[in-house]
């Protein structure tokens, strides 16, 4: 059974920030990308920053030079940080991850962390 398990949401001021984690675990062969993605009441899902398996990061337009994704292959951990935070970026944040265990290789996701930008 593999788990995605998120920590680090919670209320904060706009202009303040927030570290989110993932820890993977569980019966897993190999990880290829972790990632981050959020999604507003309302709202479709959407990309917020993930890093492949080529160790390559990617972001959304709306969060470039605010947030910074990392990873601890080691750990089989992902984080974002998250600076600069706008009342736009309130939503359900949620970890992802493309993984193989055993055989069975597909998208895998938390169960979601609940960020809240407010004064």
């Known amino acids: 059974q593999v788990q995605l398990v998120e920590s680090g949401g919670g209320l904060v001021q706009p202009g303040g920030s927030l570290r989110l984690s993932c820890a993977a675990s569980g019966s897993i062969s190999v990880i290829s990308g972790m990632g981050w993605y959020r999604q507003a009441p309302g709202k479709q899902r959407e990309l917020v920053a993930d890093?492949?398996?080529?160790?390559?990061?990617n972001y959304a337009d709306s969060v470039k030079g605010r947030f910074t994704i990392s990873r601890d292959r080691a750990k089989n951990t992902v984080y974002l940080q998250m600076n600069s935070l706008k009342p736009e970026d309130t939503a359900v944040y949620y970890c992802n991850s493309y993984l193989c265990s055993g055989v069975r290789c597909g998208d895998y996701w938390g169960q979601g962390t609940q960020v809240t930008v407010s004064s």
């Open positions: 890093n492949t398996s080529g160790g390559s990061t």
